[in-house]
């Protein structure tokens, strides 16, 4: 892609990120669901936000041996919500987000913990992490809302680059085949129309006329392995349907030799 037109789905992706209160990130964008929009009272909005973000702990923590002295990476960090349960169990938390409107809200969700920090970035790289210094990279709730295929292999080199030998890495994304039966036949009528292809059951454009799409690129556990492989990342665990049943969660690690 050519990098006038990286800037553009930079920008765009921002412009659906950036969003102008922290209300509105934290229930319109970071966690978002029918059983928000119908929440009575700041009160239960706040319990789904507190049991939400401790069931994501969960599937995030999941197999993962954690050490109180281990550096942990986020990608897609928004609010801050996971560092911040996490700064308590390990040595240091960094995040980094594209949207420089997240990263306010972070750093004032994140005021009262003392080993965190927190990085804007370009939407695909990690440069502001040195080489082999982290144990445990993350991601839930952002590869999903990737649509550009480069984006995500940039991001599988820079994690086998930031990782010490050994470390692990937790990555949620949807998987390719969760359509349902209705959804695939819609997508042989696409295919016939000329007109782009549903490639998961949350994929659909955010506003008309805009490039993002909310959904992003899906994989099938088989191909995923396969890329984590070629940026020489060791797939341990692949678990589909765990959170929702569209759901990849998957485990790898850097070659303790790599
Ligand atoms: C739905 S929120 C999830 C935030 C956090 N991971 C959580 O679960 O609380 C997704 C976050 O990922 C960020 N994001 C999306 N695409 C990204 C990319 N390519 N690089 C970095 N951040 C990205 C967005 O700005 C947003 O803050």
Request: aromatic share 10%; proline share 3%.
């Amino acid at each position: 892609m050519q990098a006038t037109e990286y800037q553009q789905w930079l920008r765009d992706t921002r412009d659906f990120w950036d969003v102008a209160d922290e209300g509105t990130a934290r229930f319109g964008r970071v966690c978002s669901s029918p059983e928000i929009d119908g929440a009575r009272d700041p009160q239960e909005l706040e319990q789904i936000w507190r049991r939400e973000t401790q069931a994501a702990i969960g599937q995030i923590l999941d197999g993962i041996p954690i050490e109180g002295d281990w550096h942990c990476l986020e990608i897609g960090c928004g609010v801050g919500r996971l560092m911040k349960a996490l700064a308590g169990r390990c040595g240091h938390v960094a995040g980094v987000d594209l949207s420089e409107r997240m990263l306010g809200y972070a750093r004032r969700y994140l005021a009262d913990t003392r080993n965190t920090s927190l990085h804007l970035n370009d939407g695909r790289s990690l440069e502001m992490i040195a080489d082999s210094s982290v144990d445990f990279v993350f991601s839930h709730l952002a590869f999903q809302h990737i649509t550009l295929y480069e984006v995500v292999d940039a991001y599988l080199a820079e994690i086998a680059r930031v990782l010490r030998p050994g470390g692990y890495c937790r990555i949620q994304n949807w998987r390719e085949g969760s359509l349902p039966v209705v959804e695939r036949v819609k997508n042989v009528i696409r295919r016939m129309a000329g007109r782009e292809v549903l490639r998961s059951n949350r994929c659909w454009q955010w506003q008309e006329g805009k490039s993002v799409r909310f959904g992003g690129v899906t994989f099938t556990p088989r191909e995923w392995q396969r890329r984590l492989r070629r940026f020489g990342l060791t797939p341990l665990r692949v678990q589909v349907g765990l959170g929702h049943d569209y759901w990849m969660w998957t485990t790898c690690r850097r070659p303790a030799d790599g």
